[in-house]
């Protein structure tokens, strides 16, 4: 019997396709290269069959300017190590501010501490190169990193982009990291100079950081030199640091130069140090900006995010379009959910990107999006991604904002700095799925034999090389770390970690993390569609969920955050049960319902289900997880209580 097609939820217009710059781009192909495609899905093979005739022609289309080189687009197709326009030279920094009217809107800004303003082309540019003055007064030369302690302001955007001008290599971590957290990423890649916040204000609480500051210089004996900046105090970079900001110097560099430094969460050990190049990174965001996200001159794009996820690196990114971006800093549910929608009505947003915990968080608040005054006529984006977005969550967003508001939900990684399935302003939005894979993304699902498959659920691998992939770990001399890490399951192929399904339409599910997948009885099943059955509960606001092995049968407990006043009795229990057996399966029906105060999550808002999982097994804690990694390290002592009981 045929299963049903979902819903569809929205579909472009025709003046949209029309304006949107990925059909502009294939009428291009057409007039330059006489290529011709039967719509976006054979626009995505061709993109993956002839990687050097893709990326060659995008370097065309978008204008890439290489100050050398540049003719020849790949060396080597090996992964890992395949060589991207060798021997070429360009500047990321150089393309963001290229072209650029300094009168024009770059970006506007908010804060817990401050009020809404906005940044300039001009001011941008001007405070870069104050920055860049003064880190080469400092003694920054190309190639020396620079670690930043900044929150999501346009100070820390413009630090960015003067370290990309010198050649400097970048590296964040959010005020709200433990001082065990930095230490740990900023350790391995030995900084000469530390950019540091004095303090910031959270959920309406200031948190002072002078004296944790302090103790994470004090632990890099690289350092030659820390400037910090008065946030909290409101005093600006301290006194001397900024130097000339007259012109602006674009360093010449290797398309393989780093430009910065990413982090993998570290929950279960020493946070992996994945390095991105300038070039790879100014393709893959160029090609998203126009292509994918569709930034078209006037648009404002948001994306809820700290320094301390790659998002924040990948709407930086965005500056490289037309576009202008809006920043965040500060708790999104403070003084209540509808503070993000606040700010999207207060800046005329035209994109808001956000992450489905925050969607569903908003749902279960009862929010009205479009009460208390809000306007939202220039809102025509959602995006969302960090995790699946259930079905549900598409609906509400239709519901809430009308159906010509295109939803796209993604799915990438840090790994990448970028979201490799997910919108495409040309192609129809079904209910609970992703549009599409990307360009240039060989996104597949396979199974353990490596055998690609098409309606079931499999490995997501990615099959050819991509240019913002890793071109290393630091520190990782032989690249041992690295190809343990993606490439040990399929020898040559990308092995994400997710498990994905690619439906006949070429659109896509997400099941979350398939090192996390529950195998009950033969039955596979993503943790992700367990949650979505729980969540349907009114008053379950938070859940997790792992199958702990035991002798004889495994141990599968369910622990789930409820709603204010609600209490865990033979009703509700019955109720969960029953949601999970009719919209999962009933092998997966947990053995054991528990009540915790708040689930463990990364400070990028991941739920940790694999440390939890060890916890209970046995390992001891400091072991199953870094605490420093945490949003909320004492939601861990539950578990660790727990597994020193049943073990």
Known sequence: MAVAEPKVLWTPSEERIERATVTRYQRWLGETRGLEFEGYHDLWRWSVFDLEAFWGSLVEFLG?????????????????????????????????????????????????????????????????????????????????????????????????????????VWSSAAPEFGARSVID???????????????????????????????????????????????????????????SSESLEFAALPFDHPLWVLYSSGTTGLPKPIVHGQGGILLEHLKKAYLHLDAQPGDRLFWFTTTGWMMWNFIVGMLLSE??????????????????????????????????????????????????????????????????????????????????????????????????VGGVPTLPVY???????????????????????????????????????????????????????????????????????????????????????????????GTSEIYRAVLAVDDVVDALVVDVPREGRDWMPLFVVLREGASLDDSLVSEIRRRVREDCSPRHVPDDIRQIDEVPRTLSGKVLE????????????????????????NALDYFIDLGGETS
């Open 64 to 168: 890439v300017r290489f100050s050398e080189g540049g003719d020849r687009v790949l060396g080597s197709q090996v992964m890992p190590g395949a060589a991207w326009f060798p021997g070429s030279q360009l500047s990321y920094a150089e393309h963001v501010f290229a072209g650029k009217d300094a009168d024009a809107l770059a970006i506007q800004h908010a804060s817990e501490s401050r009020e809404l303003a906005s940044w300039t082309w001009g001011e941008l540019r001007a405070q870069t190169a104050a920055i860049a003055t003064g880190l080469r007064e400092s003694g920054v030369s190309a190639g020396d990193r620079v670690a930043a302690y900044m929150p999501n302001i346009p100070e820390t955007v413009a630090a960015l982009l003067a370290c990309a001008s010198i050649g400097a």
């Open 431 to 525: 209910l609970g799925e992703l549009q599409a894979r990307a360009l240039g993304a060989a996104i597949e699902a396979w199974d353990p034999e490596g055998r690609p498959l098409i309606d079931e659920v499999g490995e997501l691998v990615i099959t050819r090389p991509m240019p913002s992939m890793p071109l290393y770990f630091w520190g990782d001399s032989d690249g041992s770390r690295y190809r343990e890490s993606y490439f040990e399951t399929y020898p040559g192929i990308w092995r994400h970690g997710d498990w994905i399904e690619i439906t006949p339409r070429e659109t896509a599910v997400i099941y979350g993390r398939s090192d996390s997948t529950i195998n009950r009885g033969g039955v596979r099943m």
């Open 185 to 243: 990423r900023f350790s391995q890649i030995e900084p000469k100079v530390l950019l540091a916040i004095d303090g910031y204000r959270y959920g309406g609480k200031d948190f002072d950081r002078s004296g944790l500051v302090e103790r994470i210089a004090g632990e890099l004996p690289s350092l030659e030199r820390v400037v910090r900046l008065g946030y909290l105090s409101g005093s600006g970079w301290e006194d001397g640091f900024l130097g």
């Open 323 to 420: 576009a202008s971006i809006v920043l965040f800093d500060g708790n999104p549910g403070y003084p209540n959910m509808g503070r993000l929608w606040d700010l999207a009505s207060d800046t005329g947003m035209t994109c808001f990107g956000t992450s489905a915990a925050f969607i569903a968080g908003c749902m279960k608040d009862g929010l009205t999006l479009r009460s208390d005054g809000r306007d939202l006529d220039t809102l025509t984006a959602v995006g969302s991604t960090g995790s699946p977005l259930s079905p549900e969550g598409f609906q509400w967003i239709y519901d809430q904002l009308g159906s010509d508001t295109w939803l796209f939900s993604t799915s990438g990684g840090t790994d990448l700095c970028t979201a490799f």
């Open 610 to 633: 694999v440390p939890v999982k060890r916890i209970l097994m046995g390992t001891p804690p400091d072991q199953a997880a870094s605490r420093e990694s945490l949003a909320n390290p």
